[in-house]
């Protein structure tokens, strides 16, 4: 009986051993590189990333907010989150993502979808109704954001002027733009436009191609609307993440904000070899560290430092 015994029990930790691997295998590959997401592109033309979008997900006790991904100008649900998505997947959260703001030019091309192009308010209308899909999906009572460049901005006008509020928790932002970009001082240009008549020549081009574009300026009609209202909800949860070598974004500064409910992160304060800029956050390992403590701040943990390129990273042991 006792050989029995132990035969059974030697052959119960043998197929036990399987299952376990099985639990590991089943973890979703996490890239760390843009490459990824120009892959994904090619292959399958503005998709889900992986980890994003199964709306049998059921958010659980230690992540009880599902998140949902906002991408960037030009960008989409499939440029922009080959990283995060499977990612926040793999820590548990019910991950959504989808591609706001195709115009009609965007929409014509056959092998990518660039989002973000129509006004911002029209986008935020996007969002709510996409926040909404997911709440009633979930049975959540609110949800988490993640944006990335526009995805820091455009949300702000579904949180302050279309009842946003009361359906998001956290909202945590990559290369956030707070007050508006210099870039090549175009808004100069654009004000000098103003001054001379020659604004509605300019806008009636950007509404074809880029509607969103003159609303990046600083002081464009859009921020000052912001700005009167408040840019920050005081029951909204901010955490802002900038990198020094942001490059559209000018000054990065204009992502850091002073708010008694806003928390700010300049990448390089925590990793000196970061050399990520504007796109690159999308796959950094050490943004990934802030985000994920931003959005479990209950079980922080710490952040990693390795070298990151403008291209990629190579991930810290364990990762």
Not at 165 to 178: G, H, N
């Amino acid at each position: 009986m006792r050989s029995f015994a132990a035969a059974v029990a030697v052959l119960v930790a043998v197929v036990a051993l399987p299952g376990t691997a099985s639990a590991e295998e089943q973890k979703l590959p996490v890239p760390w590189s843009l490459l990824a997401g120009v892959t994904a592109q090619l292959a399958h033309p503005d998709s889900p990333p992986p980890g994003a979008n199964d709306w049998s997900c059921e958010p659980s006790a230690e992540h009880p907010n599902p998140v949902v991904l906002v991408h960037g100008l030009i960008a989409n649900q499939t440029v922009n989150w080959q990283t995060f998505s499977p990612l926040l997947a793999n820590e548990g959260y019910c991950v959504y993502s989808f591609t706001y703001g195709v115009n009609s030019l965007g929409g014509a091309l056959p092998g990518y979808q660039p989002g973000g192009m129509t006004r911002m308010e029209d986008s935020a209308e996007e969002l709510k109704a996409f926040v909404e899909q997911v709440l009633a999906s979930t049975g959540a009572a609110k949800v988490d954001l993640l944006g990335h460049s526009q995805g820091t901005i455009m949300p702000s006008y579904y949180v302050r002027f279309l009842d946003g509020e009361s359906k998001v928790d956290k909202y945590v932002s990559l290369t956030p733009i707070w007050e508006g970009t210099t870039l090549a001082g175009l808004p100069l240009i654009y004000q000098t436009a103003q001054a001379l008549g020659l604004n509605p020549v300019i806008d009636a081009v950007a509404g074809v191609v880029c509607a969103s574009c003159p609303q990046f300026f600083q002081g464009s009609d859009y921020y000052k609307k912001l700005h009167a209202i408040g840019t920050f909800a005081p029951e909204v949860t901010y955490t802002n993440i900038v990198t020094r070598y942001d490059e559209l974004v000018v000054p990065y500064t204009s992502g850091i904000a002073e708010a008694p409910n806003v928390t700010n992160h300049v990448l390089q304060d925590y990793c000196p070899s970061d050399f990520a800029e504007h796109g690159g956050v999308m796959a950094d390992p050490v943004a990934a560290g802030l985000v994920l403590n931003a959005l479990d701040p209950d079980n922080p943990r710490d952040v990693p430092c390795t070298v990151v390129t403008p291209l990629g990273a190579q991930p810290p042991p364990g990762w």
